[in-house]
Nanobody, 120 residues
Framework: QVQLVESGGGLVQPGGSLRLSCAAS????????MNWYRQAPGKERTLVAA???????KYADSVKGRFTISRDNAKNTVYLQMNSLKSEDTAVYYC??????????????WGQGTQVTVSS
């Protein structure tokens, strides 16, 4: 069964940095597109960053130049490096897999989320 476990969230001051991790299991990680989403209170869940099996990346305009998504296929882990954090980045961050299990089509799977709070 697909399992996604986020970690690395916490409280950080504006301008600070944080690195989120998502440990994945139960599917063919190396073949699967991985995404980071976030959701602030009262707002919709939005895509933050995406990475393909070929390490191609995409970012939301709001985080472009500040956040970096990466993956380590040997560790079945996707990361989100967050720099120059702003109060507007405060949200629960979710790892999402377009999980390839036995083959296509992929199964959309979510982690439980990790809280990121940016405050002075």
């Amino acid at each position: 069964q697909v399992q996604l476990v986020e970690s690395g969230g916490g409280l950080v001051q504006p301008g600070g940095s944080l690195r989120l991790s998502c440990a994945a299991s139960g599917f063919t990680f190396s073949s699967s597109i991985m995404n980071w989403y976030r959701q602030a209170p009262g707002k919709e869940r939005t895509l933050v960053a995406a990475i393909t099996s070929g390490h191609s990346t995409k970012y939301a305009d709001s985080v472009k130049g500040r956040f970096t998504i990466s993956r380590d296929n040997a560790k079945n882990t996707v990361y989100l490096q967050m720099n120059s954090l702003k109060s507007e980045d405060t949200a629960v961050y979710y790892c999402q897999a377009l999980a390839i299990i036995d083959g296509p089509p992929p199964v959309i799977s979510w982690g439980q989320g990790t809280q990121v709070t940016v405050s002075s």
